[in-house]
């Protein structure tokens, strides 16, 4: 008959089941592919303040994208100071070296080709050109720490910072000094500098520590020693 309602042969009413009302509806982004991870987020990858530099920055070790990033980032920063500096080339020799530049094996002598007045007019361009120099390095100096610094992402400028050796160079703005520092936290070489850290570092790893089928007991033993 029209309008009647055939009933289903199992006899069995089709019940829609019941959503808890405490539960959330996933997002767009999780529909499909599960909860967002951290690979998932939107956070904004430090590139650092000179884009001449391409993204080649300085970062703490758990933040690190790069491997060798120290190594990197230093070649990359003393090829961008000798290709834009004046007399770059010493600023490109105390990154490499971490150490100053030797202007006392430069002092200019008097020549031995030359004698009288034609000697004491090449001495005197020598000197003036050796104290140009010297003033433009240290000048350089002062700019290069700057460029360095600003490669810093923020939590390894917070790291720095929050230790007396920071105190020491950096009124004095000595670029060799803040690599050394940088070099010594970016490549997690802090495990006595940083003891708070390490001993973080040391609980997460004991707490990791599991013995598995395989293991036997005096295995396991000697792994927990070393």
Known sequence: MTG????????????????????????????????????????????????????????????????NQYQKTTLAIAAYANR??????????????????????????????????????????QVTIFMKRKDQYDTNKNSLYTIIWDQCSDALQAKLQGTSEYERYAPLSCPIALLKHIKQVSLKFENVTYKPASVQDAQVALFSFYQTKQDTSQGANIDSKI
């Open 4 to 67: 009647q309602v055939t009933p289903r042969a199992d006899n069995q009413a089709s019940i829609k089941p019941t959503e808890s009302p405490n539960k959330k509806p996933w997002s767009n982004k999780q529909r499909g592919n599960g909860p967002v991870t951290k690979h998932q987020s939107n956070k904004v990858a430090f590139k650092g303040a000179i884009s001449a530099l391409n993204g080649n920055v300085f970062e703490v070790h758990n933040e690190a994208s790069k491997a």
């Open 84 to 125: 834009t500096m004046k007399n770059g080339q010493d600023m490109r020799y105390i990154i490499e070296n971490l150490k100053e530049v030797d202007f006392d094996s430069m002092v200019p002598v008097e020549s031995t080709t030359a004698t009288g007045r034609v000697a004491e007019l090449m001495l005197q361009q």
